[in-house]
């Protein structure tokens, strides 16, 4: 009976972090040293709504809420879900989602940051593009977002590079 059970919970926490490498990215974490530098790039202005798309154990979100802002992160995958619930829960306004970010309306965020595989990148190019409001920024690691013009390209020596968009204004 134990040897099930125990199977059984090792089949789900693979099969959820499988299952977010399959939606979006599988779980690779932000380096510490980078979480400061997203918040910096983005500079959310107090009490600003900040989403993180696969939020991973929560780092970049905590950041952000020592900063001030109301966050939200989606992730799919189980264990890391648990770190970053646990992380974020002493962040009055901060919400950590068991599940994925794909059907979700993004409009209600000022700062968006995503660290996903380019395929994903593409696809939720054209959402932010359409929820987002004019001014609001996105923070991709890794890779451009195809069809938007970056603001800025910060590549700090030895980092992955981080892409600083800003909604245009109509």
């Known amino acids: 009976m134990g040897f099930d059970i125990l199977l059984l919970i090792t089949i ?86 068991l599940g994925d970010f794909w059907g979700k309306s993004l409009s209600e965020f000022d700062v968006v940051y995503l660290f996903l595989f380019p395929r994903a990148y593409a696809r939720l190019a054209e959402q932010l593009r359409r929820e987002l409001r004019p001014g609001a920024r996105v923070l991709a690691s890794a890779w451009p977002l195809p069809g938007w013009d970056p603001e800025c390209v910060d590549r700090a020596p030895g980092r992955i590079p981080i892409y600083v968009y800003r909604v245009p204004r109509v």
């Open 12 to 97: 789900i926490i693979i099969g959820t972090l499988a299952w977010g490498g399959i939606r979006g990215a599988p779980w690779v974490p932000t380096h510490r040293k980078d979480e400061s530098r997203i918040v910096a790039l983005a500079r959310p202005p107090a009490g600003a709504r900040v989403a993180d798309l696969g939020c991973g154990t929560g780092g970049v979100l905590a950041a952000f809420a020592r900063a001030g802002c109301r966050v939200t992160g989606w992730e799919l995958a189980l264990v890391p879900w648990c770190i970053a619930w646990l992380r974020l829960r002493r962040f009055t306004g901060s919400h950590v989602r």
